[in-house]
């Protein structure tokens, strides 16, 4: 516990621009780390109002009604859904906070908090490099060499050599 915030485990985030690639590294990377016996979890950051409910199904309805969390509850899985009403976003450690431990959560997006970060490049996107502004992105996973530059770069379909970096570089953050 740091800061009177638990944690769950080690913190690796996956960041870059829009359509670059995340999902699907964070996907592979996911699959690599469970098939070596690694519980792993994630955290997706959405820039926009996502539903995980559907309209009209009880749940929603419940929501709907002024609910301020609805706990949904089946014998495969369950899920929480939170409505903020009038707060805040919560920032990314109270999140951590609410998961159960595991072995490596992986956040995808939270661009802007200082956990370390492995950037996603594609060379067709022609975004700029968010790494070269941002000291938390510690290595890029590009389709391209990237000339001139201070950290470490991985072929995106270098799968396993990313993974090992993502596990030695996790940290407990915050």
Not at 20 to 27: A, D, E
Not at 93 to 109: C, K, Q, T
Request: zero cysteines.
């Amino acid at each position: 516990m740091r800061h009177g915030i638990s944690h769950p485990g080690p913190v690796i985030g996956i960041v870059g621009y829009k359509n670059n690639g995340k999902t699907t590294l964070i996907v592979r990377l996911v699959r690599h780390f469970t098939e070596r016996g690694l519980r792993v979890s994630t955290v997706k950051h959405a820039h926009h109002t996502v539903d995980i409910d559907q309209p009209g199904k009880d749940s929603w309805r419940h929501r709907e009604a002024g609910a301020r969390e609805v706990v949904l509850a089946t014998s495969r899985r369950w899920a929480i859904v939170h409505e903020l009403v009038d707060e805040p976003e919560p920032p990314l450690a109270e999140l951590l906070a609410r998961m159960s431990p595991v072995d490596l959560v992986i956040v995808e997006g939270f661009k802007a908090f200082p956990h370390p970060k492995i950037e996603v490049h594609r060379r067709e996107r022609g975004t700029p490099l968010l790494a070269r502004d941002d000291p938390s992105v510690i290595a890029v996973a590009s389709d391209e060499p990237i000339a001139g530059f201070d950290r470490p770069v991985f072929h995106l379909d270098d799968v396993e050599a990313i993974a090992e970096f993502a596990l030695a570089h996790a940290s407990s953050w915050p």
